[in-house]
């Protein structure tokens, strides 16, 4: 059984930074990608960033030059650098962790979800 554990979410003032990490444990493909998605209220669920084992990574326009992605792959760790923060990146930030086996069967874990909140 995989699980994935968020921490570092919370309030910070415009302009301010948060780190967010999610530690994963289980058995775990060492071919896998980690992301960050978000969900604010009334709105779908969004990719942030991802990160291959090899450590390419991908930002969603909004935070491009904003947001860092990046792992820790003998901790099976990804982090989230988020500065120069905005109130609309005010959301539920859920990390997830995806590989795909044989027969292209597809895996994929989510955390429960970490509270940021940006105030203006």
């Known amino acids: 059984q995989v699980q994935l554990a968020e921490s570092g979410g919370g309030l910070v003032q415009a302009g301010g930074s948060l780190r967010l990490s999610c530690a994963a444990s289980?058995?775990?493909?060492?071919?896998?990608?980690m992301a960050w998605y978000r969900q604010a209220p009334g709105k779908e669920r969004e990719l942030v960033a991802d990160?291959?084992?090899?450590?390419?990574?991908n930002y969603a326009d909004s935070v491009k030059g904003r947001f860092t992605i990046s792992r820790d792959n003998a901790k099976n760790t990804v982090y989230l650098q988020m500065n120069s923060l905005k109130p609309e990146d005010t959301a539920v930030y859920y990390c997830?962790?995806?590989?795909?086996?044989?027969?292209?069967?597809?895996?994929?874990?989510w955390g429960q979800g970490t509270q940021v909140t940006v105030s203006s």
């Open positions: 997830n962790l995806n590989w795909y086996a044989m027969w292209n069967k597809k895996y994929d874990y």
């Open positions: 289980g058995t775990i493909s060492s071919f896998n990608t």
């Open positions: 990160i291959s084992n090899g450590a390419t990574a």
